[in-house]
């Protein structure tokens, strides 16, 4: 069988070490004599396993002690919703950002439980490209409440790399979509939470990381289930976890642990991004829309000038192992999602590609 990269948004490509390792060790995991689906989540087997991840993640991202890391249930769209049920009895009238679509979604969803105020920080050049207010120009307002924001837009592709500090701002980041691709200062936020189909492991499983002071003021409404306090009492274990998503991406955070860590990983993403961008500048075939500040490490997204070609490209990509590359319908165009575990190689196949499409149709 030959090699695909695959650029799909997430679920999403997956490091070939971890699939083996899984593939190797299914029907007799850890010596058990069972698969790891078929295991108790209470045995110590599996205990062990999730104590050795927590260990693994809190050194790679440099989790301080203060911190909780809480494993959920109910995707990244669950803490839309488990935030203000946590928090807003404390801080009545939150901040969020709105930078896009991700965003957005989640302060919509905060309109449920209270009355948040909603910032539009994205805007445009003169000669028509996105770009993000840095941070000090956000115009939040007084009142010592949460900020929520979504540091990467992985429709559009925008990222937000500047890491805010807003006086009176417990600051909360939807990392969904840039978790583990590059340094972060856990510190300077009040929660950060991320789905796992991206560069975690398979959907299933969403990571909390939230300061323990946070805890513990949750409205008498709030389901248990997305209640942090309890969660946090229980190990994430209130019901039974998503077993095979916390394993995966235990193997995961072993696999970036013994690559080198996030100084590794982020040099690899930067290089991989600069690859990628400086030759979608080179031509006028293809168009970013962002700006270079604002332009995603992760979700690279790109329209061809000649729309009526998008269809096209879509396809010839796939016979030629580009698997995924299909833009946001919202969005259109082209979307190359070049998560960690996308080597250099699939980065220099697609701008091959996309040379011999240029060549052909251009
Ligand atoms: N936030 C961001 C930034 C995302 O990219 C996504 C999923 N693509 C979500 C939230 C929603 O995640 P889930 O499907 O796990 O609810």
């Known amino acids: 069988m030959s090699t695909i990269y695959n650029f799909n948004p997430g679920p999403a490509i997956l490091p070939k070490e971890v699939l083996l390792e899984i593939k190797n060790n299914f029907l007799n995991w850890n010596h ?7 295991i108790s989540h209470r045995s110590s087997k599996f205990i062990e396993f999730t104590l050795q991840a927590e260990k693994n993640l809190r050194y790679i991202l440099n989790i301080p002690e203060n911190y909780y890391i809480l494993f959920c249930h109910g995707g990244a769209r669950g803490q839309f919703s488990a935030i203000p049920l ?31 105020n909603i910032i539009n920080v994205r805007k445009f050049t003169q000669d028509n490209k996105v770009y993000i207010q840095s941070i000090q120009n956000w115009k939040v307002s007084y009142k010592n409440t949460y900020l929520h ?13 500047e ?51 946070l805890l513990g003021s ?10 942090y306090q309890l969660l946090a009492q229980s190990n994430s274990m209130l019901n039974t976890p998503s077993v095979f998503s916390w394993y995966v991406a235990g193997l995961v955070f072993k696999w970036i642990k013994e690559l080198g860590g996030l ?11 600069r690859i990628l961008y400086k030759y979608l500048h080179s031509t006028g075939f293809y168009k970013n ?25 879509v396809k010839m990509a796939e016979k030629n192992r580009l698997y995924g590359l299909k833009g946001h319908s919202l969005v259109g165009g082209i979307r190359a999602s070049i998560y960690n575990a ?21």
């Open 163 to 213: 890491e805010p500090f807003l006086k009176n701002k417990i600051i909360i980041g939807d990392f969904s979509s840039t978790i583990l691709s590059r340094q972060i200062n856990i510190d300077k936020y009040g929660m950060i939470y991320a789905c796992a189909q991206k560069n975690i492991g398979p959907a299933g499983i969403t990571l909390v990381i939230i300061r323990n002071d």
């Open 32 to 38: 058990s004599k069972s698969s790891i689906i078929e």
């Open 218 to 227: 949750v409205s008498y409404q709030t389901p248990s289930i997305l209640d």
């Open 289 to 313: 829309y962002i700006v270079p500040i604002n332009q995603s490490r992760m979700n690279i997204t790109f329209h061809l000038q000649k729309k009526e070609l998008t269809d096209l490209f």
């Open 86 to 116: 946590n928090l807003t009895k404390k801080f009545i009238k939150p901040d969020y950002i709105n930078s896009g679509y991700w965003s957005l979604c989640a302060a919509k969803e905060a309109k449920k439980y209270c009355n948040p």
């Open 149 to 161: 924001y979504c540091p990467n837009e992985t429709i559009e592709g925008i990222e937000i790399f």
């Open 342 to 362: 996308m080597p250099i190689k699939g980065i220099k196949h697609l701008i091959n590609f996309m040379k011999f499409f240029e060549k052909k149709f251009g």
């Open 263 to 273: 100084d590794f990983i982020e040099k690899n993403n930067k290089k991989k991004a």
